[in-house]
């Protein structure tokens, strides 16, 4: 069974920074491409980050460069976000999941519970 499970968020200052984890498991996670995603009150879920299965390439929303950095550690089948110089538009329920492996192109159901990033002003 596929389980998602996101961690890290709090509540925030302006500028302050977080670390993100999520544990995934139920699919064979060093084959898949992982995303970060987000969904802020009101608004449709978005990618916010993405990285390869090996780690080496990595890509970004231009609303977050330069300030998120994704990474993985494939020996703990975990996916991490690096958030820095954060602002008011990033509050919002952060999410993970897998991506493409082959021809299996996710995101995938079920989601995880996500994690909540306030940020404060």
Do not use: H
């Not at 998602?4 to 709090?10: D, H, K, Q, W």
């Not at 780690?55 to 609303?63: L, W």
């Amino acid at each position: 069974q596929v389980q998602l499970v996101e961690s890290g968020g709090g509540l925030v200052q302006d500028g302050g920074s977080l670390r993100l984890s999520c544990a995934a498991s139920g699919r064979k996670f060093d084959i898949y491409a992982m995303g970060w995603f987000r969904q802020a009150p009101g608004k449709d879920r978005e990618k916010v980050a993405s990285v390869s299965s090996s780690g080496a390439i990595t890509k970004y929303d231009d609303s977050v460069k330069g300030r998120f950095t994704i990474s993985r550690d494939n020996a703990k089948d975990t996916l991490y976000l690096q958030i820095n110089s954060l602002r008011a538009e990033d509050t919002a329920v952060y999410y993970c999941n897998f991506l493409s492996a082959g021809t299996s192109s996710g995101p995938f159901d079920p989601w995880g519970p996500g994690t909540q990033v306030t940020v404060s002003s």
